[in-house]
């Protein structure tokens, strides 16, 4: 069955690089776009970023000069990376599929648990 | 950019009751709207997709309408398990993907 579960550090202190791991299972990335979405506590979703089916990728342009999203297909993974950490950036990370086989359908029908990752000053 | 704006932000009502959530996009956004629940706790689930596509194994009881910028999203007689908050979000232009505020609805 379709899963996608995030993996990386809890705590981070500010500057430093936030490194994340989205391992999928279930589907092919080359089938199924993957997208990052985080929530602040108590707050709302935003969109942190996109990698395409073909490998591209599209970024939040609020975001875009700190962050970078990549893959391995081999390994069914995809990775986040964010530099410059602030403590406004703490927050529940989490990966998610767009739902379109080999197209786009631009919602997003399975999530991962989320990681909580905190920023410390 | 696309903006969203949920309403209300939070609400609370009784068990057999029904609800609407709106919704509002800051121009015509053609169909292109989805809606998630999150339970307290645990990542956002899809429940509707094309402003009135009931996703796969969610309830009958909730529903989806809308065009141009205004949608809402019914929960017909509420259960207790229908305690959470829940997104709305437009994928017509992206992107990027622009969700809303969120509603929290708590029991009476």
């Known amino acids: 069955q379709v899963q996608l579960k995030e993996s990386g550090p809890v705590l981070v202190q500010a500057s430093e690089t936030l490194s994340l791991t989205c391992t999928v299972s279930g589907f092919s990335l080359t089938n199924y776009g993957v997208i990052w979405v985080r929530q602040p506590p108590g707050k709302g979703l935003e969109w942190m970023g996109i990698?395409?089916?073909?490998?591209?990728?599209d970024y939040n342009s609020a975001l875009k000069s700190r962050l970078s999203i990549n893959r391995d297909t081999s390994k069914s993974q995809v990775f986040l990376k964010m530099n410059s950490l602030q403590t406004d950036d703490t927050a529940i990370y989490y990966c998610?599929?767009?739902?379109?086989?080999?197209?786009?359908?631009?919602?997003?029908?399975?999530w991962g648990q989320g990681v909580m990752v905190t920023v410390s000053s | 950019d696309i903006q969203m704006t949920q309403s209300p932000a939070s609400l609370s009502a009784s068990l057999g009751e029904t609800v609407t959530i709106e919704c509002r996009a800051s121009?015509?956004?053609?169909?292109?709207l989805a809606w998630y629940q999150q339970k307290p706790g645990k990542s956002p689930q899809l429940l509707i997709y094309?402003?009135?596509s009931l996703h796969t194994g969610v309830p009958s009881r909730f529903s989806g309408s809308g065009s141009g910028t205004q949608y809402s999203l019914k929960i017909n007689s509420l259960q207790s398990e229908d305690v959470a908050s829940y997104f709305c979000q437009q994928y017509y232009d992206y992107p990027p993907w622009t969700f809303g505020g969120g509603t929290k609805l708590e029991l009476k």
């Open positions: 121009e015509d956004i053609y169909n292109g």
């Open positions: 998610t599929r767009d739902s379109g086989f080999i197209t786009t359908a631009g919602y997003f029908d399975y």
């Open positions: 990698i395409w089916r073909n490998g591209n990728t």
């Open positions: 094309n402003a009135n």
